[in-house]
């Protein structure tokens, strides 16, 4: 079991539904040491990769985005959600159709920030069906950008998201992969990874 | 002239109404080099307080705040921001009226990441009339907290915020303070700082 794994079971909490709350050291409140232990973790897995940039979609994968970004030297871009769209042509713009709300959101990154040149590494706090994530790899392609990888905290495994992302051939790495929870017992089940 | 101010005159585009666009190292892509000299800035302005917890608020302040934390080794909370109000009752809600914009906004930070034994140092990158500064400060004081300071990337030293935060006995650190801006010529001027 690695660092995050013990995290996640000592400090998440599981809630009817599948919802796995870590918003204790995750997405609300943020333990910036536990970033820096992620940021060398993703170094190693992502070592050799020409990245020059992360991407991140707002809020909660600001944070951690940043942090890891030091430990590979560079910027950090974050994506904006909208509900409405930007159509003064200074934009890139995404729509992306939320699986679990049925709503259509846009994910918004200005034209200045990525181009053809930009080799990116995608960070995000949770991977469950993708849709952010799909939004995320269409800009990138838009602006004729390489996706490097993509490095997540926790996928929800028992949802396609990620299964998605590993068959179109993206290295994705999430440092959890969550199989079950049961909110009766706060049990929470981990996939083996190598 | 410091490393921020600096950085300003570099990048930062001035428009008209007196807006100063950094979203090229700040606020949209994020040089977190950058966010790092001003942690350890920062640092040094705040030696000897008790500091265990930095609060900011979303989206833009996250990324600073992150990399910031790591010079004080203490966690961060975000506040988030809504136009309608949750009244489950484990949040504090702080009711911010927008100078600029004349309307209403709620700053909610939950009650389990903030309450009597927190020392808070608030970042966040702009300081202008201070509306979402004082949402933060009153959401302290409702959590029985301490804001043992203030630290901003660039305050608008010509708007109101400023004045009033210090006015009332907050220590407040704003790397770069714009007295004034031409957009015309592109010039920024800032207040002399020891």
Do not use: W
Request: aromatic content about 8%.
């Amino acid at each position: 079991m690695n660092f995050l794994e013990e995290r996640i079971l000592r400090d998440g909490v599981v809630k009817e539904g599948n919802v796995l709350k870590v918003d204790s050291f995750l997405n609300h409140q943020m333990d910036v040491k536990l970033f820096d232990q992620m940021g060398e973790e993703y170094a190693k897995r992502f070592a050799g990769k020409p990245i020059n940039k992360i991407l991140t979609i707002e809020a909660s994968g600001i944070g951690i985005a940043s942090v890891v970004a030091l430990h590979f030297g560079v910027p950090v871009v974050f994506a904006k959600k909208s509900k409405s769209i930007n159509l003064d042509g200074e934009m890139y713009t995404a729509e992306v159709e939320s699986f679990t709300h049925k709503t259509i959101n846009h994910v918004i990154v200005s034209k200045k920030f990525l181009g053809p040149d930009d080799h990116v590494l995608i960070i995000d706090d949770f991977l469950a069906n993708g849709c952010a994530l799909q939004g995320l790899i269409q800009i990138v392609q838009a602006a004729g950008g390489t996706v490097e990888g993509i490095g997540i905290a926790i996928e929800k495994g028992f949802q396609a998201g990620g299964r998605m992302i590993r068959n179109l051939g993206y290295q994705l790495e999430s440092l959890a992969i969550v199989e079950g929870m049961d909110a009766s017992t706060g049990e929470i089940h981990f996939r083996e990874q190598s």
